[in-house]
């Protein structure tokens, strides 16, 4: 996913459902999606100066309590993280 572009990310609160929209290297929009979201951090700081790409994705990594955590980091230096029962990647 390195260089693809972050479009929008809808969580549905009551589902507990994250669709994660990225523009692909194709320029194809494609989903992303976490189903039993327990916790999602978006921080938009840009440290490393403003940017919409993704420079790695990290996971998702199996944890003790049976969840998985994701880590997109944004090439603005911002890692977005998410722990969900499960997720389902875009390829």
């Known amino acids: 996913m390195h260089d693809w572009t972050f479009v929008s990310l809808i969580f549905d609160w009551k589902g507990a459902r994250l669709s994660l929209s990225l523009r692909n290297s194709s320029s194809e929009i ?39 955590v994701l880590r997109i980091e944004m090439q603005s230096g911002d890692i977005i993280e998410i722990t969900a029962g499960s997720f389902v990647l875009p390829y």
């Open 30 to 68: 494609v989903s992303l999606i976490a189903e039993k979201v327990v916790n999602l951090s978006v921080p938009k700081r840009d440290e490393w100066g403003r940017s919409v790409s993704v420079n790695e994705v990290t996971g998702p990594t199996l944890q003790p309590d049976g969840t998985e």
